[in-house]
T-cell receptor, first 114, second 114 residues
């Protein structure tokens, strides 16, 4: 069974631009969550999508948004990029959106904002 | 928001040594998870704990869900060189709509003694 895939793996953008990252969950998984990982703040929850609906949102500004498609694939978008948005963006998939199931992480997209 | 305090932040190990790390919180969690992250990769789930007091093993790894639901520890016995990496604890809050939202600890970096 293929794992969680994220594209692209690496991305360089400049301040003010926008970016879209993609995540394909494990087959059969309907929940996709996004996390931002930085050396200073560690791993922080961005949002979770389940059956095309946003279930939860972390404490990030509105420049961070996402969506989920009917095949469970998800994208996240960051508009008006700032230097501080440089980070590893991780997506995790799970079968359900309940507390008794496991999340599996993808390898991440490394975003550098210049 | 909720914070997970993970300690130690880093430690050196010698092959064959036992290793212990823990996470504490001022809030309760319904689930505790332990992940390992290697450079350039996403976190990989090691152990999942779903019940207060639960003690679970996965090979040389043992983890416990604290009885107060505010802490968890991970032990690695007879460490080997491939145990090197960053270990994260993560917890799910008890809110009914928490879904897959995880709060992560700051990580414990395991390194090999020169």
């Amino acid at each position: 069974k293929a794992g969680v895939t994220q594209t692209p793996r690496y991305l360089i953008k400049t301040r003010g631009q926008q970016v879209t990252l993609s995540c394909s969950p494990i087959s059969g998984h309907r929940s996709v969550s996004w996390y931002q990982q930085t050396p200073g703040q560690g791993l922080q929850f961005l949002f979770e999508y389940f059956s095309e609906t946003q279930r939860n949102k972390g404490n990030f500004p509105g420049r961070f948004s996402g969506r989920q498609f009917s095949n469970s694939r998800s994208e996240m978008n960051v508009s008006t990029l700032e230097l501080g948005d440089s980070a590893l963006y991780l997506c995790a998939s799970s079968q359900r959106s309940t507390q008794d199931n496991e999340q599996f992480f993808g390898p991440g997209t490394r975003l550098t904002v210049l | 928001g909720q914070q997970l305090n993970q300690s130690p932040q880093s430690m050196f190990i010698q092959e064959g040594e036992d290793v212990s790390m823990n996470c504490t919180s001022s809030s309760i969690f319904n689930t505790w998870l332990w992940y390992k992250q290697d450079p350039g990769e996403g976190p990989v789930l090691l152990i999942a704990l779903y019940k207060a007091g639960e003690l679970t093993s996965n090979g040389r790894l043992t983890a416990q869900f604290g009885i107060t639901r505010k802490d968890s520890f991970l032990n690695i016995s007879a460490s080997i060189p491939s145990d090197v990496g960053i270990y994260f604890c993560a917890g799910r809050p008890p809110a009914n709509n928490a879904g897959n939202m995880l709060t992560f600890g700051g990580g414990t970096r395991l390194m090999v003694k020169p």
